[in-house]
């Protein structure tokens, strides 16, 4: 019998097509497999068996029909717990909103539906998708956080409950745990998937992030999610196709950028060492690889995030601060306390610094195909207390281009570690070919923690 463990998202999309697999046998799997880890991972918020299974069993009679609902059609995808659902709650990670019932669904549940995909629950976030974490552990090790805010997602992924699932990014909250658990996680272009019902935390920066196995799922899953929607007035959309030839995509092999940045020094000599050896393979690959060196305005550009996150967490969540103080945690407090104390012209400011970032960038993307960073520091630190720092992340995100974090091996400790390839604005295809291409050449198999 064929099982999840050994199948992609469009594997067993081409499976439940050819009557090889039922849908409700493969939910069963993804059950069975939640009912094993869960226990020790603790990935879900809200797991409801009898409505996933309902789903399942409604794709297979429509299948019965030779009618099929979509590219999704019977595929098992969890969601983070601050995209809004109507027949699930939505928690947004915290007690305040705990057992939170809204009456629409978010435009990627909408798509996510219309596609056929059977959503199976929604998965842990940490406080806000910005503090307190979650009760989620790493799947590789009980003893280290999945990373944070996607903390659910990432692991979900990672031990084999589902092919597939979906996170939010603000600074790092979808490359970082997507490294730390050791599955791929994309982040696109900003404006290419609409954010509409989606708990907001920064206008500037949120992102919708997807997490799979492969990259050819990662383009499965943004065929479906990608496009313009007005209900989000920065969502002009992108395109995906369902499926991409990459024997035949690439015209020629790939020009990369090696980017250190300043903070190269922080980086653990495991991960140093991964990332050198991925991008020695690589070179040896045929791959043009050069070093680029930041340009200067960069230096600052983490302070430029911490005031379009504050500031944004302080409009978005200054009612519950106000009438909930005690039930947040200090370090929520603290942010929307900090951004309280930003004024109209530092925010401004902060604005007009992307477009110096972006405009000091453009000629370095022009040079090469992809930038190449480390994705983190480190491996997924001891305890769920701290889930990591978005130090590698957080300035792609502020300048809104697609990122990608692939799996590259794992340290003295075990624990995975993940390579970032950055493309340029739009090009999300082009970063895609790329990433797939670099993880042909490195042959690192995906493996459930």
């Known amino acids: 019998m064929i099982t999840h ?7 067993a999309a081409a499976y439940i097509k050819s009557g090889a697999i039922s ?15 869960e226990p020790l991972v603790h990935a879900w918020q809200h797991l409801d068996v009898d409505l996933a299974m309902t789903q399942a069993i409604s794709c297979d009679q429509v299948l019965s029909q030779s009618t099929s609902l979509g590219p999704l059609h019977g595929i098992p995808i969890a969601i983070k717990d601050i995209f809004a659902t109507t027949d699930m709650p939505t928690s947004w990670g915290t ?64 031990a084999g409950m589902v092919p597939l699932a979906i996170g939010t990014q603000t600074s790092g909250s979808v490359l970082r745990p997507a490294a730390y658990c050791g599955v791929v996680g994309f982040k696109p272009s900003f404006g290419s998937i609409s954010r509409h019902g989606v708990m907001p935390v920064s206008r500037d920066l949120d992102h919708v992030g997807l997490f799979a196995h492969t990259v050819t799922d990662i383009v499965y899953l943004c065929s479906v999610l990608m496009g ?43 991960v140093q060492a991964a990332l050198l050896q991925s991008l020695d393979y690589c070179r040896r690959a045929g791959a043009i690889v050069i070093e680029i060196a930041m340009p200067e305005p960069w230096e600052s550009y983490l302070s430029t995030v911490d005031i379009l996150m504050t500031c944004g967490a302080a409009i ?10 005690e039930d947040m945690s200090p370090k929520l407090r ?23 970032y972006s405009v000091a960038l453009a000629p370095l993307l022009a040079q090469v195909d992809v930038m190449v960073t480390p994705v983190t520091p480190g491996t997924a630190p001891a305890g769920l207390n701290d889930t990591g720092s978005p130090i590698f992340c957080a300035p792609w995100t502020l300048l809104g281009v697609p990122t990608i974090s692939l799996p590259i091996g794992k340290g003295a ?9 950055v493309g340029s604005r739009g090009q999300d295809r082009s970063l895609l070919e790329v990433a797939q291409w670099v993880m042909a050449k490195l042959g690192y198999p995906y493996s459930t923690g």
Not at 5 to 11: E, G, H, S, Y
Request: glycine fraction near 8%.
């Open 334 to 356: 603290q942010v929307i306390e900090r951004g309280r104390t930003h004024s109209s012209l530092a925010y401004a400011t902060a604005r007009q610094k992307v477009v110096d």
């Open 316 to 325: 978005n969540h200054g009612q519950d601060y106000d009438c909930h103080h």
């Open 95 to 158: 007690p305040i909103h705990a057992n939170q019932h809204l009456p629409y669904d978010a435009a990627v549940v909408e798509r996510l539906r219309a596609a056929g995909a059977v959503i199976m629950g929604k998965t842990v976030s940490t406080e806000y998708a910005l503090a307190r974490a979650g009760k989620t552990q790493n799947p590789h090790d009980p003893n280290h956080t999945p990373g944070g805010s996607s903390s659910g997602s990432a692991a979900a992924v990672a």
């Open 23 to 37: 849908s409700t046998a493969l939910i069963q799997q993804c059950l069975d497999r939640i009912e094993h880890r």
């Open 5 to 11: 463990d050994l199948l992609t998202a469009t594997d």
């Open 413 to 421: 400790n075990h624990l995975p570690i993940g390579m970032q390839l």
């Open 228 to 270: 313009a929607d007005g209900r989000d007035p920065d969502c002009l959309g992108g395109s995906m196709p369902a499926s991409i030839d990459f024997n035949v995509s690439l015209k020629q092999t790939p020009r990369i950028g090696f980017v250190r940045t300043s903070a190269w020094p922080e980086v653990d000599p495991d």
